[in-house]
């Protein structure tokens, strides 16, 4: 596709139940990130990857969260036993390579709802 | 956490004014990025400004850059109603890390 894509573009679910989320990165990108954005919030980083591999994942919240990149392509957040907390835009985004100076370039994101 | 804090937190224009916005940040950086925002979703990568630079332009953009201040302004010149949006800016660090770390953003919302 033209630019990254993510599904479902909105998921609400009860507190307790597990999520998936799913982020389909410009083609031949091979860094991904995932970033959460509270309401009124900038983006906070979660996980970044670099291929398959998560080069830094210091964001993450707690044990709760994992993310995966099997193919280095497609990548898929996982947050186990949902709070009302986790209610948030998740956003993803892909550059061309791992170098900082590289434009990310983002998703339209998944607003997840925890009820 | 946030890097970085926008002022102001929101500014409210005329068509055809120009809109000033400032963001500060704590750690030195290898770059500082401006992204804008529509209605919560997606962010648009406006422009880049390396540590070395003082100053770039990109359209009705202008970005500068103090290190020893640390802080940058972006400057939009002639705004328009379609520039209304959140405008962050963001900060990739010197450690080697390659994650963007945003501050709160600004509000702009452009009258016409």
């Known amino acids: 596709g033209a630019g990254v894509s993510q599904t479902p573009s909105n998921k609400v679910t009860e507190k307790g139940k597990y999520v998936e989320l799913r982020c389909d990165p410009i083609?031949?990108?091979?860094?991904l990130y995932w970033y959460r954005q509270s309401l009124g919030q900038g983006p906070e980083f979660l996980i970044y990857?670099?291929?398959?591999?998560?080069?830094?994942d210091s964001g993450l919240p707690n044990d709760r969260f994992f993310a995966v990149r099997p193919e280095g392509s497609v990548s898929t957040l996982k947050i186990q036993r949902t709070e009302r907390g986790d209610s948030a835009v998740y956003l993803c985004?892909?550059?061309?390579?791992?170098?900082?100076?590289?434009?990310?370039?983002f998703g339209p994101g998944t607003r997840l709802t925890v009820l | 956490s946030q890097q970085g804090e926008e002022d102001p937190q929101a500014l409210s224009i005329q068509e055809g004014e120009n809109a000033t916005m400032n963001c500060s940040y704590k750690t030195s950086i290898n770059n500082l990025q401006w992204y804008r925002q529509n209605s919560g979703r997606g962010l648009v990568h406006l422009i880049l400004?390396?540590?070395?630079?003082r100053e770039k332009h990109s359209g009705r953009l202008r970005v500068t850059l103090d290190t020893s201040k640390k802080s940058s302004s972006l400057l939009i010149t002639a705004s328009r109603a379609a520039d209304t949006a959140s405008y962050f800016c963001?900060?990739?660090?010197?450690?080697?890390?390659?994650?963007?770390?945003f501050g709160s953003g600004t509000r702009l919302q452009v009258q016409p």
């Open positions: 400004i390396r540590s070395n630079e």
């Open positions: 990857f670099q291929g398959t591999g998560a080069a830094d």
């Open positions: 963001a900060t990739v660090v010197d450690t080697g890390r390659r994650a963007l770390t």
């Open positions: 083609s031949g990108h091979t860094a």
């Open positions: 985004a892909s550059s061309s390579s791992a170098g900082s100076a590289n434009e990310q370039f």
